[in-house]
């Protein structure tokens, strides 16, 4: 199957896939070849593209997900290889966003989104240590 991930800047992934994990919004959904077709809401967190023996990580940043006739397209804010993620700025981010004020519904919307990044990056970091 081809996946293709698209950002606002580019085409940031376009090749043949034998598998893709993507986190939801709600959780993970692995994708095989001959997948039925479907529309999902992209979480923060880790895509894992796998093609023949090799995987490929890469950081998304929220956004959809679109499977329909053995094509996987991705649309989201950023995609970022796993090697890139960095874990110090993950962690400043954290801190940073965990003193954004949250009064308003929408101080709080952001606040938590900004909260959710951090720790899907800082996951992400660890991760790659380990």
């Known amino acids: 199957m081809q996946c293709i ?17 993507l986190p939801l919004y709600d959780g993970e959904i692995g994708i095989a070849p001959n997948h039925s077709p479907m ?26 997900v679109q499977v329909a006739d053995n094509v ?13 993620v960095d874990g110090d700025a993950a962690e400043m981010a954290l801190a940073a966003a965990s003193s954004l004020p949250a009064g308003t519904a ?9 909260i959710a990044q951090a720790r899907a990056q800082l996951r992400m970091a660890r991760h790659r240590r380990i």
């Open 5 to 21: 991930v698209v950002t606002p800047e580019q085409t940031a992934v376009q090749q043949e896939a034998d598998f893709v994990a």
């Open 39 to 64: 529309i999902g809401r992209l979480g923060f967190g880790e895509m894992r593209i796998r093609s023949g023996g090799a995987t490929a990580t890469y950081y998304v940043d929220g956004g959809f």
């Open 72 to 84: 996987v397209s991705v649309l989201t804010n950023r995609a970022i290889p796993a090697a890139k």
């Open 106 to 114: 929408d101080q709080r919307e952001i606040k938590q989104r900004t």
